[in-house]
């Protein structure tokens, strides 16, 4: 199975940005799509946006298209996830997945808690 880690959370002032980074065990990380998730208190767990195996990216959630960009550099096995203007409302844990479909996902990471507040 697929090992995922992700990293760079934190707390952030309402129009700051982070940049969220998932590790992965695979060396060959290309062979992988990887999906990014996150799930704020009380909400159920919400896609954001997909990595193809061939780098292309897509962002679904409407309520982050043209602020979250999804990114990867298979060398360092780690895929990004960009996250600009950051709103109180993006306040959740992040997590990155090996699949994009929640009800295909098979390997999760810990999650990384992102806090949006002044």
């Known amino acids: 199975q697929l090992q995922l880690v992700e990293s760079g959370g934190g707390l952030v002032q309402p129009g700051g940005s982070l940049r969220l980074s998932c590790a992965a065990s695979a060396f060959s990380l290309d062979r992988y799509t990887i999906g990014w998730f996150r799930q704020a208190p009380g909400k159920v767990r919400e896609g954001l946006s997909c990595t193809s195996k061939s780098g292309e990216s897509i962002t679904f959630e409407e309520s982050v298209k043209g602020r979250f960009t999804a990114s990867r550099d298979n060398a360092k096995s780690t895929v990004y996830l960009q996250m600009n203007s950051l709103k109180p409302e993006d306040t959740a844990v992040y997590f990155c997945?090996?699949?994009?479909?929640?009800?295909?996902?098979?390997?999760w990471g810990q999650g990384t808690q992102v806090t949006v507040s002044s």
């Open positions: 997945a090996d699949e994009c479909d929640i009800m295909l996902v098979r390997s």
